[in-house]
């Protein structure tokens, strides 16, 4: 059985950073690629970044140069930093999981509907 598992959600002012985890475990496939998504109250949830198999990254323009994706491959626990944070980053975090090597991007954003896993978010709060 598949878990995903997002912790480190926390409200921080304009301008902090936060360490988002997501915990993965009873992927069996050995090719896929992993993704951090978020969706704010009222607005349809939306790619903020991607981690490919082959440890290329994709990143939404909104967050592209603050937030970093990454993945402690022994533990199979992805990550999302997230610097210079703004209002508009609040939002729930979801990380996801796609069963192909690279993960299906529009705009160099991960594709919601193409992925196959999905944990319960972390909510990340962000004020002035």
């Known amino acids: 059985q598949v878990r995903m598992v997002e912790s480190g959600g926390d409200s921080v002012q304009t301008g902090g950073s936060l360490r988002l985890s997501c915990a993965a475990s009873g992927i069996t496939d050995s090719n896929y690629c992993m993704a951090w998504f978020r969706q704010a109250p009222g607005k349809e949830r939306e790619g903020v970044a991607a981690l490919d198999d082959d440890g290329s990254t994709h990143y939404a323009d909104s967050v592209k140069g603050r937030f970093t994706i990454s993945k402690d491959n022994a533990n199979n626990i992805l990550y999302l930093q997230m610097a210079d944070l703004k209002l508009e980053d609040t939002a729930t975090y979801y990380c996801?999981?796609?069963?192909?090597?690279?993960?299906?991007?529009?705009?160099?954003?991960?594709?919601?509907?193409?992925?196959?896993?999905w944990g319960e978010g972390t909510l990340v709060t962000i004020s002035s």
């Open positions: 996801a999981a796609q069963i192909v090597s690279l993960c299906s991007l529009r705009s160099n954003a991960p594709v919601a509907r193409a992925m196959r896993y």
